[in-house]
């Protein structure tokens, strides 16, 4: 008897701790949710806020023009954009409701470009993803090859700017979030936010480069990979850009999904 009440304690005392290890970890990944999605959130509140002040430009470019009809509406729905995003912003509970954000802004973006070419009496731009290193660039404008130190080179959708700097052998203003206590790509930034991406680029299957697409999709967004760095090892790759467009250097640790350690290429399958 003696034997069995002390199993019997034993598995009480077992019991009781799995429990509330349980309880821990449970609160613990409810914190970690939380933070993600605070943090994708005012990422996406920026990308929101500076399409606002683009909008404001805009205001001022069409002042004192007498906008046609096929301006007018393009005008609109770059206004319609900004205020869908805000309102998809402030509804937004998970992450995976931040697409909606991102895929208004996208729009709005190109239609801004849109009125600026009427403005200017020139042909539209073609519709295209937008610059890879950072989409509040808005639409690319070409695709150049890059890669990251040690790694192969893809070609990739940029803006005129990016890619007059890798052309002259500078770096591109890469866009850069918080992910704990460093900023890295947003590519490399976690699954959190490959809803955020998927907004920008999901609407681009066969522009975008394979291994975005195929990252942004999967549910490694971001963490999987060894990184770069000048030999190809595991140390991540030291990569110039900034905040939103901004120089600086960054300890970019990790890759762009599964599939993207190692090196830039690979078999991404598919695309």
């Known amino acids: 008897m003696d034997v069995l009440l002390l199993l019997l304690v034993i598995g009480l005392v077992v019991a009781g701790f799995i429990a509330v290890r349980g309880r821990q970890q449970r609160q613990e990944q409810e914190v970690r949710a939380a933070e993600q999605l605070a943090a994708v959130k005012r990422v996406a509140d920026e990308d929101v806020t500076r399409l ?33 995003a805000k309102q998809a912003l402030a509804a937004v509970r ?48 070409t695709d150049i090859s890059w890669a990251p130190h040690g790694g192969q080179p ?36 976690g699954p959190a936010y490959s809803p955020w991406a998927q907004g920008y680029f999901g609407a681009y299957a066969g522009m975008v480069p394979a291994f975005l697409l ?26 110039g850009g900034g905040d939103g467009g901004d120089g600086g250097g960054e ?7 599964g599939d993207f350690g190692g090196d830039f290429g690979g078999d991404f399958g598919g695309f």
Not at 54 to 80: F, I, K, P
Not at 128 to 137: E, S, V, Y
Not at 177 to 188: F, I, K
């Open 94 to 141: 998970d992450p995976d409701e931040i697409r909606g954000v991102t895929t208004a802004l996208e729009d709005g973006r190109y239609a801004i470009v849109c009125v600026k070419a009427r403005l200017a009496g020139d042909p539209l731009p073609q519709r295209r993803p937008p610059c890879f290193f950072n989409p509040a660039h808005g639409p690319s404008a």
């Open 214 to 239: 195929g990252s942004m999709m999967g549910a490694g967004f971001g963490w999987g990979g060894e990184g770069f760095d000048e030999g190809g090892g595991d140390g991540g790759f030291d990569e």
């Open 52 to 84: 606002g002040e683009e909008l404001q430009r805009l205001d001022t470019s069409v002042s004192g023009h007498e906008l046609d009809d096929a301006t007018q509406q393009d005008y609109q729905r770059a206004l319609d954009s900004y205020e869908q």
């Open 154 to 189: 893809r070609d990739v959708p940029v803006c005129a700017a990016d890619a007059e700097r890798v052309e002259a052998g500078a770096e591109p203003a890469v866009r850069t979030v918080v992910n704990g206590s460093h900023r890295v790509p947003y590519w490399q930034a």
């Open 251 to 257: 300890d970019f640790g990790g890759g762009f999904g």
